[in-house]
């Protein structure tokens, strides 16, 4: 039954409305159905992409709390680099190893290494702020396209409707009837203009909510990192 109202949608007149469209409506259509296919191949690849990049944080979180020292978990860290976490962790880690302070801990008990400042921590803060900065521009990129379609294709598709109607009055005025057979043609342009630009759109403004609120997540939890990361180096070299 499903695929018999799905023959019934697709086949016959939605076929003589595309056409039987002008060649300005068959451009907005085209750029319409671009940006809508642009739009999921962004929504699934950042689907992909945000669940790894969980995946791998929650899994380094884990390393992180359970290891004895901060140095000790350099080559670990390379497996997830996926998750903002790992590759802040290996910027202040980083920052450690040129102050001569990544193997602290270990050499902390013979008196041999020197205690933080704070200007050295704050050299290793800022470090790791600038770390999550590029790490988020990352998860960011090409989720504004999906912001630019949530604002320009209802735009579009206005435009494809105006269209439509004019061609409507023009047929009216060229003919001298406003028989439902010169008006139809038009008006179904016109309509179907609107529901291909709003077919794009609202797929694109629920995704552009969604990837903001993963991103400012991410972030969020990114920053807490950072002040765990912070806290511990004090406990044990500060």
Known sequence: ??????????????????????????????????????????????????????????????????????????????????????????????????????????????????????????????????????EMGKLEKQVVFLATSASAAPFMGLLGTVVGIMDSFWSIGARGSASLAIVAPGIAEALLATIVGLGTAIPAVVAFNWANNKTKYINDRSTGFILEFLVRARKELG
């Open 1 to 134: 039954m499903h695929n018999l109202l799905l023959l019934g949608l697709f086949s016959g007149s939605i076929w003589q409305i595309i056409g039987d469209t002008s060649t300005f409506g068959a451009i907005i259509l085209i750029l319409l159905l671009f940006m809508s296919l642009v739009s999921w191949t962004i929504i699934f690849q950042k689907w992909r992409q945000f669940k790894a990049v969980e995946h791998d944080g929650e899994q380094f979180a884990k390393l992180f709390r359970r290891s004895s020292h901060l140095g000790e978990l350099g080559d670990q860290a390379r497996a997830f680099r996926r998750s903002p976490l790992a590759a802040i962790y290996m910027a202040g880690a980083g920052e450690l190893e040129v102050m001569g302070h990544l193997n602290a801990h270990t050499a902390s008990s013979s008196g041999s290494s020197q205690a933080l400042s704070d200007n050295h921590f704050d050299v290793i803060e800022m470090t790791m702020e600038k770390t999550l900065t590029e």
